[in-house]
């Protein structure tokens, strides 16, 4: 692991480095959710300057950024909006990097960023906005509005100009420590140490010390174990904390084992190479024949098929229909999903379904 104290830290890394001050962006990692962030970005913009948007979205999409643009112009209450990329440049003290706000109010003193999906949390990002256009426009307090547009929800947070020095200089500070340590948390896939980092490394091996301490005593510890552990949630939570760790070592592990018996079968003591089995699927334009036919019905294949997520639908939809807009008579229902989610905490993780 090879940290950089002098590295330039853009102000989309904030947040992460106040999780972790060793983060770093994995190189090239930008993925299909940043270019639609980016495609949504250059919609916004757009629609804030009243230009004709060159961007393909879907029909959702141009619901989401024209719900955003509505509310940025709530917001404004007719003072003037600053969209265009170069009004949008903020320079924060301390940072090399130069940011760029999705959209800036100075006469209100409002900076508006438009985020696609979840709800995370980006406010050490827009503390950065708000230390710089405090300087920029000599304002004492700055109000940042982060859009969350797919989910049409608003998230608001505002700074003095000490609130915003303090939060952001204390990230830098952190670092740029060259003594600094490295912290698991939840942005430890997105790193570029992920796979290589003293806390992660160390995290396996204390696992794997405790299940080699459980193998030596045979079959009643491990009864044992499990026992204690379903007992005691801080213990649970924080052995699930330690072996997710070993997701990303075994994917890496896996791929390097399937290299090596591709080579040679006999490579790798205890493991050989199985050719990926196959499952007997009914063409989907053959149940379309026997649907028109007559010979089945509809109901009985789409019962069988299950529902269809409310995403795939109106793809589906802005496919089939000129229209774009979905009728009211199309119900969009939500389905309960339950899933473990490690959320911040200074001494445990907690989790919510
Ligand atoms: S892998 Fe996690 S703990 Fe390690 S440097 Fe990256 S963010 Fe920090």
Same mark, same amino acid.
């Given at each position: 692991?090879?940290?950089?104290?002098?590295?330039?830290?853009?102000?989309?890394?904030?947040?992460?480095?106040?999780?972790?001050?060793?983060?770093?962006?994995?190189?090239?990692?930008?993925?299909?959710?940043?270019?639609?962030?980016?495609?949504?970005?250059?919609?916004?913009?757009?629609?804030?300057?009243?230009?004709?948007?060159?961007?393909?979205?879907? *029909?959702? =999409?141009?619901? +989401?950024?024209?719900? !955003? %643009?509505?509310?940025?112009?709530?917001? #404004?209450? $007719?003072?003037?909006?600053?969209?265009?990329?170069?009004?949008?440049?903020?320079?924060?003290?301390?940072?090399?990097?130069?940011?760029?706000?999705?959209?800036?109010?100075?006469?209100?003193?409002?900076?508006?960023?438009?985020?696609?999906?979840?709800?995370?949390?980006?406010?050490?990002?827009?503390?950065?906005?708000?230390?710089?256009?405090?300087?920029?426009?000599?304002?004492?307090?700055?109000?940042?509005?982060?859009?969350?547009?797919?989910?049409?929800?608003?998230?608001?947070?505002?700074?003095?100009?000490?609130?915003?020095?303090?939060?952001?200089?204390?990230?830098?500070?952190?670092?740029?420590?060259?003594?600094?340590?490295?912290?698991?948390?939840?942005?430890?896939?997105?790193?570029?140490?992920?796979?290589?980092?003293?806390?992660?490394?160390?995290? *396996?091996? =204390?696992?794997? +010390?405790?299940?080699? !301490? %459980?193998?030596?005593?045979?079959?009643? #510890?491990? $009864?044992?174990?499990?026992?204690?552990?379903?007992?005691?949630?801080?213990?649970?939570?924080?052995?699930?904390?330690?072996?997710?760790?070993?997701?990303?070592?075994?994917?890496?592990?896996?791929?390097?084992?399937?290299?090596?018996?591709?080579?040679?079968?006999?490579?790798?003591?205890?493991?050989?190479?199985?050719?990926?089995?196959?499952?007997?699927?009914?063409?989907?334009?053959?149940?379309?024949?026997?649907?028109?036919?007559?010979?089945?019905?509809?109901?009985?294949?789409?019962?069988?098929?299950?529902?269809?997520?409310?995403?795939?639908?109106?793809?589906?939809?802005?496919?089939?229909?000129?229209?774009?807009?979905?009728?009211?008579?199309?119900?969009?229902?939500?389905?309960?999903?339950?899933?473990?989610?490690?959320?911040?905490?200074?001494?445990?993780?907690?989790?919510?379904?």
């Amino acid at each position: 692991m090879d940290l950089m104290t002098n590295k330039t830290i853009r102000h989309s890394s904030l947040p992460k480095l106040a999780e972790c001050p060793c983060f770093e962006n994995k190189p090239g990692e930008a993925g299909a959710a940043a270019a639609r962030g980016t495609r949504l970005d250059a919609a916004f913009r757009a629609g804030l300057s009243q230009e004709k948007s060159t961007v393909e979205l879907l *029909v959702e =999409e141009l619901a +989401a950024v024209a719900w !955003a %643009v509505a509310t940025v112009e709530d917001l #404004a209450r $007719g003072a003037k909006i600053l969209s265009a990329d170069e009004e949008c440049k903020v320079r924060t003290p301390g940072m090399e990097h130069v940011g760029t706000a999705d959209a800036i109010i100075p006469e209100r003193f409002l900076v508006l960023d438009l985020k696609s999906g979840q709800v995370r949390n980006y406010r050490e990002q827009v503390a950065a906005y708000a230390l710089g256009l405090m300087e920029q426009y000599f304002a004492d307090r700055w109000t940042c509005v982060l859009l969350f547009c797919d989910l049409q929800k608003v998230v608001t947070h505002e700074f003095t100009y000490a609130e915003a020095a303090e939060l952001v200089e204390g990230i830098l500070k952190a670092a740029r420590d060259p003594e600094r340590k490295p912290v698991l948390c939840d942005y430890c896939n997105w790193c570029a140490f992920s796979t290589s980092c003293k806390a992660r490394v160390e995290a *396996v091996v =204390e696992t794997t +010390a405790l299940m080699v !301490a %459980v193998e030596r005593n045979g079959e009643d #510890a491990h $009864g044992w174990m499990l026992e204690t552990m379903l007992e005691d949630p801080a213990m649970v939570g924080n052995f699930l904390k330690q072996a997710k760790v070993f997701d990303v070592f075994r994917e890496a592990l896996e791929e390097r084992v399937k290299q090596l018996l591709e080579e040679d079968s006999e490579a790798v003591p205890g493991w050989r190479l199985r050719s990926g089995g196959t499952s007997e699927v009914v063409f989907g334009d053959d149940l379309v024949r026997l649907v028109s036919a007559g010979t089945i019905s509809w109901s009985g294949v789409v019962g069988a098929l299950g529902n269809m997520s409310g995403k795939k639908f109106r793809e589906l939809w802005s496919r089939e229909m000129a229209t774009g807009e979905m009728p009211a008579v199309i119900r969009v229902g939500t389905e309960r999903k339950a899933s473990l989610v490690a959320v911040k905490t200074t001494k445990s993780k907690e989790f919510k379904s």
